[in-house]
């Protein structure tokens, strides 16, 4: 009797032991998985926007030209198809304004420390410290004047790519739930028309 107690003692100690090890593993499947997510989002795009003002003022740089016809009028709707932020891809945008400019992607070491943000989308011409009315040319260094992510502001950027486009404020419900407003930026390349 004492033995068949001791033996199932034994069988039970192993089957938590057993179990405890299957749920560990899990967990750090699950953190794997988490981890891998964010990878898979940061290289993506080349960027983490994990410190991004999505949402903004509304307010609009000195100079800046509005598209007088603008693929994607204001108050018209659009899917975004960009990814530059986690919850943005897919998501159906409002159009609160359209503009003419030069749009950058850059490289910088943000202000406020911290490790340096590659190919960062998009600044645009009128959001650089005097720019003057050429176009920037990758390998050109410029002073930010803008504040889409923490450190930004003021940092010397290091002009990787220049396009001439239409670019949008949009305002969006991320896919996360999150209501975004006055986003900046969008470009026209990146807004798909609403399949009817």
């Not at 107690?5 to 034994?10: D, P, R, Y």
């Not at 891998?36 to 800046?64: A, V, Y």
């Not at 050109?140 to 290091?158: C, P, R, S, V, Y």
Request: net charge negative; aromatic share 6%.
């Amino acid at each position: 009797m004492l033995s068949s107690i001791k033996n199932g003692f034994i069988i039970l100690t192993a089957l938590l032991a057993l179990s405890a090890c299957a749920d560990e593993k899990q967990q750090d499947e699950s953190d794997e998985k988490s981890e891998q997510n964010i990878e898979n989002i940061k290289e993506s795009n080349g960027m983490d926007h994990s410190s991004m003002d999505h949402s903004s003022d509304g307010q609009t740089p000195h100079g800046l030209i509005e598209a007088a016809n603008p693929k994607f009028p204001v108050g018209s709707k659009a899917i975004i198809q960009a990814n530059h932020m986690e919850g943005m891809q897919g998501a159906e945008a409002t159009v609160v304004g359209a503009y003419n400019t030069i749009v950058y992607t850059v490289s910088y070491t943000p202000k406020s420390g911290g490790e340096p943000v590659s190919n960062h989308k998009w600044v645009i011409h009128e959001e650089f410290e005097a720019p003057g009315a050429k176009r920037l040319q990758p390998g050109d260094k410029a002073t930010i004047n803008a504040n889409h992510m923490e450190g930004m502001q003021g940092a010397l950027a290091t002009i990787d790519s220049a396009n001439e486009t239409t670019v949008y404020m949009v305002d969006y419900t991320a896919n996360s739930g999150e209501q975004v407003t006055n986003h900046k930026w969008v470009t026209e390349s990146e807004l798909a028309e609403i399949a009817e």
